[in-house]
């Protein structure tokens, strides 16, 4: 397999992992704040630790994906 490709498989894979926790923890609270409005406060801070923690994940899988690409 070629070098780049495999490169770009794992950084799409570092990406699209990350996206789906912000579509699926967004999904959820939505959900969570219809049936308990109440929780909001609880709910909301929740959901952004949980994004500040996957997109710094992403961030980190960028950077080394990115190191990777520069070596020669």
Do not use: W, Y
């Not at 780049?4 to 894979?13: C, G, R, S, T």
């Not at 939505?30 to 406060?41: H, M, Q, Y």
Request: aromatic fraction near 10%.
């Amino acid at each position: 397999m070629d070098r780049n490709l495999a490169l770009f498989l794992i950084f799409a894979l570092c990406i699209l992992g990350p996206c789906a926790v912000f579509g699926i923890g967004s999904h959820a609270s939505i959900s969570a704040l219809g049936r308990n409005p109440s929780s909001a406060p609880k709910i909301f801070t929740a959901l952004i630790i949980g994004l500040v923690f996957a997109e710094s994940i992403a961030i980190i899988a960028m950077l080394i994906v990115f190191q990777l690409f520069s070596r020669t």
